[in-house]
């Protein structure tokens, strides 16, 4: 099982550039392997295309990390694979300098990757400061770095763990299946989610109020003339806003999702297709944002580490119009009801009647 765990660094000048020139260098090789690749697709031609080859013609390309270098190759690989298995995504295609992510993936070989007190070290950059604002256990093995730049300036290191299987066993639960926790989550459309037991989640307001104050700069930003200083301005402008929106939001479902995997055992969610959601529907930002589908990858991984397991409960489950008491489905039952009536007395929050279901549903499942 493995773990990200993603922290600021602060490169120092001369850094800053080594980091630049490996995320060009990167780039220049990509998109010469690539153009290499279609080349020997068209002639027939076999082209050897390893980083060795090309450090021969562009001896430059030494002076970055070699392991960086490899995982371009292994990248592009992995991009004709994606594109063999579905051809409609296209075929793979050039980075360009002002549109691609600025990055690299470097991989540990002999701890040549460590964080040392406030500073990592990395190769060929050396030691870079380092805020490591989350624990990082002692048996954790870290396996490689992806070194970002945001369109804000800032950078990050992305550290990726194996964890250690026994750990996982020993942190497990052990509540025999009798009496195993429960919760059944719904989706909700204003707000985040609304839980069996009643209790609704939601971001707390001033992540709310840095969302509105988003929309307003980006709303400026598309009066600017593009590509004029103000232009410019506000496009930075925007991009800090926005990573802070986006810090903010993995920060409390990071907590959420903490919190209900170490209350419960088993927690079941609809198997929805955020993505296809937000088109059809044109939810807006909360959907298109994918908030809660990061919220359940948490969730799964955070359960997976203390022994319990996520449940994705058939989409086509009438979550929403089956009564949670007496089990009959309401077929006239719209989106605009709020409040569910049944025949049989229960009145319920619609959102809470459909958070019941897909508990009970989950427990059928487990059972089964
Ligand atoms: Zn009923």
């Not at 000048?13 to 392997?33: D, P, V």
């Not at 980006?218 to 929106?245: D, F, M």
Request: include cysteine; proline fraction near 2%; charged fraction near 35%.
């Amino acid at each position: 099982m493995n773990r990200a765990m993603r922290f600021r660094i602060e490169p120092n000048k001369a850094q800053r550039e080594l980091l630049e020139k490996t995320f060009g260098s990167c780039r220049f090789l990509y998109n010469r392997m690539l153009s290499d690749k279609m080349l020997s697709e068209l002639t027939g031609e076999r082209i050897k295309t390893t980083p060795a080859v090309y450090k021969k013609e562009f001896p430059w390309l030494r002076e970055v990390d070699s392991l960086a270098l490899c995982n371009v190759q292994l990248d592009l690989e992995r991009a004709f694979r994606d594109y063999r298995k579905v051809p409609r995504r296209g075929r793979p295609r050039y980075k360009t300098k002002h549109h691609s992510r600025r990055s690299y993936t470097t991989n540990v070989v002999n701890g040549n990757i460590r964080i040392e007190g406030k500073k990592i070290r990395l190769p060929k950059v050396g030691m870079v400061r380092i805020r490591v604002h989350r624990d990082i256990h002692d048996s954790w093995i870290l396996k490689s770095v992806t070194v970002v730049k945001e369109s804000t300036g800032k950078y990050y290191a992305s550290l990726l763990y194996e964890l250690p299987e026994r750990e996982n066993q020993a942190k497990g639960k052990s509540r025999e299946a009798g009496e195993k926790k429960y919760l059944g989550i719904d989706y909700a459309m204003d707000g985040l989610a609304v839980m069996s037991d009643g209790t609704k989640a939601d971001y707390p307001k001033y992540f709310r109020q840095a969302e509105d104050k988003l929309a307003r700069e980006q709303r400026k930003l598309s009066h600017c003339e593009k590509g004029s200083r103000n232009y410019e301005k506000q496009k930075r402008k925007v991009a800090v806003i926005h990573e802070k929106v986006k810090n903010q939001r993995k920060d409390f479902l990071h907590k959420l999702s903490r919190c209900l995997a170490d209350e419960y055992d088993i927690i079941g969610v609809e198997d929805i297709d955020m993505r296809a959601m937000s088109r059809s529907l044109h939810f807006g930002k909360s959907v298109a944002d994918n908030g809660y589908g990061m919220f359940r990858t948490m969730l799964s991984y955070k359960l997976e580490e203390t022994g319990g397991e996520l449940v994705k409960v058939d989409r086509f489950f009438p979550s929403s119009k089956r009564c949670c008491l007496c089990g009959r489905i309401k077929e006239d039952l719209t989106l605009s009801d709020r409040i569910y009536r049944c025949g049989c007395g229960n009145c319920i929050d619609r959102d809470v009647n459909a958070a019941i279901n897909i508990r009970l549903e989950t427990m059928r499942l487990i059972a089964s």
